[in-house]
């Protein structure tokens, strides 16, 4: 565990969310099944194999010695959750308190945070550039006075719908089977004063007419679980998407494809765009955070950029 231990007699504590460490980048030898992540003013250390009560003390020790470092007087608040394959997750508050309501902030922008409440804590940290993105995107588009049309599927709590309207897009439609996750986005909405979203609880694949009316979109995000049985899984339902994006795009318009599957790489998205949708076009891979760095990129989260060919004729 040195290499965390090395981290934390470093770290700042951060304003906004964000991860500290990341041993499952593979560059930490030892570490791998280790991550610690800022939801502040929440620690959150995640491992992905057991802990034993004497490592938990160390890296608790650890924390509480640089936390005096800081000059902090109040109590520092950590939590430690257990992660395995096939098995639900065991959060425990090793120290101090989690607020409720919990709100972090990235970019300016705040978010609810539920870290002691299953595996998944409100926001992706991993797709902190993906959402930087998504505002430069819309910032710097040319009908951006207009303002432009965002289709988010797998919307979770709807961040990405947060950060484009925040950039100026006028209308959203968030669409995600979570009826919890989509009722959170709509708190992150309101606690950012935007107005211009929609949600809808529902299926996507039995949900086009709904999708196709809304449209045709100028970006669409589609960010799913890699494997979720009985919602998705990337290897047979990512096609089925793919399908669907030149009918739901306005011509030049683009579509951000995310894919966090480390056994798929980046050509499992591109071979099937080039055969499934050629005529839109690849512009990019979306870097991930600096922190977020693996020994194999293939293996890390995917954020690909691709855009509908334009029309000659003037948009509406």
């Known amino acids: 565990m040195q290499a965390l231990l090395d981290t934390i007699a470093q770290f700042q504590m951060p304003t906004d969310a964000c991860r500290i460490f990341h041993g499952r980048g593979g560059r930490y030898p030892g570490c791998e099944h280790l991550v610690l992540d800022a939801f502040p003013p929440v620690l959150v250390l995640t491992s992905f194999q057991p802990l034993d009560e004497a490592q938990l003390g160390t890296i608790g020790q650890a924390l509480e010695n ?28 090793m120290s101090g308190s989690v607020p409720e309501p919990h709100t972090v902030t990235e970019a300016g922008l705040q978010y609810r945070a539920h870290v002691l409440r299953g595996q998944n804590h409100g926001i992706f ?32 709590t709807c961040a990405f719908s947060v950060v484009a309207l925040d950039a100026g897009a006028r209308q959203v439609l968030n ?8 009722a959170t986005g709509q708190q ?11 949600f809808l609880a529902h299926d996507i694949f039995s949900s086009w007419g709904k999708i196709t009316r809304g449209g045709p979109y100028h970006l669409i995000i589609i960010d799913p679980p890699s494997y979720q049985k009985g919602s998705f899984v990337a290897t047979k339902d990512y096609a089925k998407l793919m399908r669907r994006l030149p009918d739901l795009l306005r011509p030049g318009g683009h579509v951000l494809l995310c894919l966090n599957a480390p056994e798929l790489n980046t050509a499992f998205l591109q071979d ?30 995917k954020v690909l950029v691709y855009r509908a060919p334009p029309s000659t004729a003037a948009a509406e």
């Not at 505002?135 to 006075?145: F, G, K, L, T, Y």
């Not at 765009?273 to 991930?288: D, H, K, S, W």
């Open 125 to 156: 940290l991993d797709m902190a550039q993906g959402r930087q993105w998504v505002r430069a995107h819309i910032e710097n588009h040319p009908e951006h006075r207009h303002g432009l049309k965002v289709l988010n599927l797998f919307a979770y």
């Open 175 to 182: 669409m995600d089977m979570a009826q919890g996750a989509l």
């Open 272 to 301: 099937q765009m080039a055969e499934i949708a050629p005529e839109l076009q690849f512009v990019e891979r979306v870097a991930n955070p600096a922190v977020f760095a693996d020994v194999d990129e293939e293996r890390s989260l």
């Open 66 to 93: 640089r936390w005096a470092q800081l000059g902090n007087t109040q109590t520092l608040n950590w939590v430690f959750q257990m992660r395995q394959p096939g098995a639900k997750a065991e959060t425990r508050l």
């Open 188 to 198: 992150n909405h309101q606690l950012n004063g935007l107005t211009g979203a929609s």
